[in-house]
């Protein structure tokens, strides 16, 4: 059986991505999907989306993590499904879609993307460290010297502590460079690994910074290893919400496997 796909990247973060519209893709072959994203025998990518019907809106992303696991929302691999659905002429420039966490919507202007997070709140407090949900666990701990920082070695010591070994988390470590700037690296679950960006994680960067004080600014630029992101929100007494993640998405490359 040979599978078409394309491979796309936002700020750094590549998935591959494949047209399922008539279901044909074995969605429950974890080892298969495992071994597409593996960078020596596959293709290599963070993660593997595939772009499904939905009677509800124009597509539905259901994302796997490159262990091969069913992941939860991923905003980079969202920004990129978005632009992905704009080639194959399924969308035009705006769209609502269905992901894990359920619908959001998206605007498209040229490789820039805009998509809608889910309202957060719900915000826990780990001495000056926080944790919160945006469609993904994140905990946000604020360091110095971040590029001096074993990010995999500190990362992974966060995410198998005895409170989140379960389920799992992705660690954000922020260095601030001012209160509209800051400056992220993320550690991230089901990778098992530090990535060049992650978009659910600098949406909790940007509210974990207003949360803690850090900035009194409701649109913040996060800057990762692999890219610019800007985070857009509104805050009232009960929640986070109105949130939106921009930054720019590319096709690397497309073409064909053999399963």
Do not use: W
Request: aromatic share 10%; charged share 25%; glycine share 8%.
């Amino acid at each position: 059986m040979k599978i078409k796909f394309q491979k796309y990247q936002g700020t750094g973060n590549d998935f591959i991505i494949i047209d399922n519209s008539d279901l044909s893709f074995p969605s429950e072959n974890y080892s298969l999907i495992k071994r597409l994203c593996d960078r020596k025998y596959g293709i290599g990518s963070d993660g593997l989306i595939l772009i499904n019907p939905s009677k509800s809106s124009d597509f539905s992303m259901r994302y796997y993590n490159s262990d091969g696991n069913l992941g939860s929302m991923c905003g980079n691999g969202a920004r990129c499904s978005v632009k992905f659905a704009q080639n194959l002429n399924l969308i035009n420039d705006s769209t609502v879609f269905n992901a894990y966490d359920g619908k959001h919507d998206a605007s498209i202007f040229e490789d820039t993307i805009t998509i809608s997070m889910k309202p957060v709140s719900n915000i826990k407090s780990f001495k000056n460290d926080l944790f919160l949900d945006t469609g993904s666990p994140h905990y946000v701990k604020i360091v110095k010297d971040l590029e001096k920082i074993d990010i995999t070695q500190k990362g992974r010591e966060i995410r198998n502590n005895s409170v989140f070994k379960k389920e799992g988390v992705n660690v954000n470590f922020v260095e601030i460079i001012s209160d509209s700037k800051f400056n992220v690296r993320t550690y991230e679950r089901g990778v098992e690994n530090e990535t060049l960006s992650c978009g659910t994680g600098v949406t909790a960067v940007a509210i974990a910074m207003y949360e803690l004080k850090k900035t009194s600014l409701k649109k913040i630029k996060i800057i990762t290893k692999g890219g610019d992101l800007e985070v857009e929100f509104n805050k009232n007494s009960k929640c986070y919400n109105s949130i939106k993640l921009t930054g720019t998405v590319n096709m690397v490359y497309k073409g064909e496997i053999q399963i």
